[in-house]
């Protein structure tokens, strides 16, 4: 399982669900520490932007289990709500 923190654009999210199973952040809201916390409990990967704060706290809910890591980013056009 893969937990997506943020929605990404459509066209990486279409690829994402076809190759792994997902679990979507579909309110894109930024995620909370405990939300974090409890989003990491039953996954493989997970899937953060570089708004997420994980800290020490965070991370030590992988404990030695930690793996695949993957962060993306990406800017939206002013005004036009598309990357």
């Given at each position: 399982?893969?937990?997506?923190?943020?929605?990404?654009?459509?066209?990486?999210?279409?690829?994402m669900?076809?190759?792994?199973?997902?679990?979507?952040?579909?309110?894109?809201?930024?995620?909370?520490?405990?939300?974090?916390?409890?989003?990491?409990?039953?996954?493989?990967?997970?899937?953060?932007?570089?708004?997420?704060?994980?800290?020490?706290?965070?991370l030590?809910?992988?404990?030695?289990?930690?793996?695949?890591?993957?962060?993306?980013?990406?800017?939206?056009?002013a005004?036009?709500?598309?990357?």
């Amino acid at each position: 399982m893969a937990i997506v923190t943020r929605k990404p654009p459509d066209p990486i999210e279409t690829r994402m669900m076809k190759l792994f199973a997902c679990r979507l952040n579909r309110g894109d809201k930024p995620l909370g520490k405990s939300e974090l916390i409890a989003a990491i409990g039953d996954l493989d990967v997970l899937v953060p932007t570089v708004d997420d704060r994980i800290d020490g706290a965070v991370l030590a809910v992988y404990g030695l289990a930690l793996g695949p890591f993957a962060e993306f980013g990406f800017m939206r056009r002013a005004g036009s709500g598309r990357p």
